[in-house]
């Protein structure tokens, strides 16, 4: 007769590595297109057309307000539905990027209208086109008003990746409760998967002190 | 050449310009001086393009600068602008902000744009700053920033907009000597000024801007000290400087 529990092995870590992994990929893949996304998105608000705008807020408020766990389900439902059902990784990192670069549209916007418009206008009258000045003046500038709410949205995508457990795809939290529900052995887990999220966030915190660092040193003689 | 003619502006009902002619020479410097909000900045921006203009005609060197084809970008290199406010590229050292323009926009190598910046630099007495981002300069030394920051794509006239009212008093002289300096270089100059006695000094012309028009015009001296307008001379009176 099987036992119904078995204890820990060294091949779990292993499955618990290969969820952080799992975690990262969907994580970065986000971070990287919804912040792409979420600038162009926050770009075309701050451009003061007000049809456009309000289009794009009331979209992006449904993006916001909606449980990130309930897009989830219901996109890879809908997707099944209408016969195209996605493998989770590419369902989740759809919902997820969206999700991002809902979040990311109002921190770019705020960036780029935290930028003078008397130093675009400066920039203009060097010969800057509207595009070179957004590439090299605005860009740049409102990226400093704008890189710790960057953060901590990058920050939240690592964790809510967490979510997308829900519709299947294994990453370090669905790891986990796979092995808990095998060997009951749960604070050991939660102890290791805790240390595994923070190995995972630390770099990005590490990445935010030390652009901070660059600031405050050319900002203060 | 600049050559105003007849150019008409209102921001919605406000009538900021009712027709206003000015001819610039080269080589020539003219103030324009007249009450706060009376759209003397407005006049600047109607020839630089940053602002559009109603009717009338606005030419640099035969261009119209709010005509469908004009290059905005192209002609804007050849007139430099310095505001109120300093405006320095924060996230940039003195030595990049004034080599940005030349390596974007005019497509100079590194190397040889750094070399452009460094003689503006320079020349406007910034040379042990080069290496300074803008928070470490004081408003001064980034005015200066921001006139070298013009001179470096070679322009060949200068707009100022009040460029010493953000400025604390100890630090007005030196950017009004480099001002000077220009003049006494040649440089074309209009320059939008509540400095009175650089308005008599150093501007070969000087024109009152009232109601959105050039009330009277004429040079420097003379405008300054017989002015025939009534508002013009109780202007002058109640102007401390
Ligand atoms: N973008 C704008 N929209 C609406 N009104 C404007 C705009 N820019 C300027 N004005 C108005 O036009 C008038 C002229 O402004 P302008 O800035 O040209 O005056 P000014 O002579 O430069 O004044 P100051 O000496 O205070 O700089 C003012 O009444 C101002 O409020
Ligand atoms: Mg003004």
Redo the contacts between chains.
């Keep these: 007769m099987t036992p119904v529990f078995t204890s820990l092995q060294w091949s779990d870590l292993l499955f618990l590595l290969e969820g952080a992994w799992n975690t990262i990929l969907i994580s970065v893949v986000a971070i990287i297109l919804g912040s792409v996304l979420g600038a162009i998105i926050g770009w075309l608000m701050s451009l003061k057309n007000t049809a456009l705008n309000l289009t794009m807020m009331s979209i992006i408020d449904v993006f916001r307000s909606v449980p990130l766990l309930i897009q989830l389900i219901l996109f890879d439902s809908f997707v099944a539905i209408a016969g195209f059902p996605l493998p989770p990784f590419f369902s989740g990192t759809i919902v997820l990027t969206v999700y991002t670069a809902a979040l990311v549209a109002g921190v770019a916007r705020a960036g780029i209208e935290a930028v003078p418009p008397t130093l675009r206008a400066a920039a203009r009258c060097l010969g800057l086109s509207y595009f070179q000045e957004l590439r090299y003046v605005t860009f740049p500038v409102g990226l400093r008003t704008a890189f710790p709410s960057w953060l901590g949205v990058a920050l939240a995508t690592v964790k809510d990746s967490a979510l997308v457990s829900a519709i299947g795809y294994v990453e370090l939290l669905r790891a986990s409760q796979i092995l808990n529900t095998r060997t009951q052995e749960s604070v050991k887990i939660m102890l290791l998967v805790g240390v595994l999220y923070f190995a995972l966030s630390y770099p990005l915190s590490l990445l935010g002190s030390r652009y901070e660092k660059k600031m405050a040193s050319n900002d203060h003689p | 050449m600049i050559i105003l003619e007849n150019v008409h502006k209102s921001f919605g009902s406000l009538k900021v310009l009712k027709g206003v002619n000015l001819t610039v020479h080269e080589g020539e410097v003219v103030s324009l001086i007249g009450a706060s909000g009376s759209g003397k900045s407005t006049l600047l921006y109607c020839i630089?393009g940053?602002e559009k203009i109603d009717s009338g005609r606005v030419t640099v060197d035969g261009t119209d600068v709010h005509a469908k084809g004009t290059d905005i970008?192209?002609l804007?290199?050849k007139?430099?602008?310095v505001?109120q406010?300093w405006?320095s590229?924060?996230?940039l050292t003195a030595l990049e902000n004034v080599a940005?323009?030349p390596r974007?926009?005019s497509k100079l190598d590194k190397a040889a744009a750094r070399e452009v910046a460094a003689a503006q630099l320079e020349r406007v007495g910034l040379k042990d700053k080069f290496d300074h981002?803008p928070?470490?300069m004081s408003g001064g030394q980034q005015q200066r920033l921001?006139i070298a920051?013009?001179l470096a794509?070679k322009p060949d006239y200068m707009l100022f907009d009040e460029a010493t009212s953000a400025l604390d008093p100890e630090l007005v002289t030196e950017v009004l000597d480099t001002m000077r300096m220009l003049a006494s270089d040649g440089m074309t100059m209009i320059v939008v000024t509540h400095e009175m006695s650089f308005a008599r000094d150093v501007s070969d012309r000087v024109a009152f801007f009232k109601q959105g028009v050039l009330a009277e015009i004429g040079p420097a001296r003379e405008v300054m000290e017989s002015p025939k307008d009534p508002d013009l001379q109780r202007f002058l009176s109640s102007s401390t400087r």
Aim: positive net charge; without cysteine; aromatic residues 12%.
């Design positions: 630089n940053l970008n192209k804007r290199q007139l430099g602008t505001f406010q405006n590229f924060p996230h940005l323009a974007v926009v981002y928070s470490q921001a920051r013009a794509m």
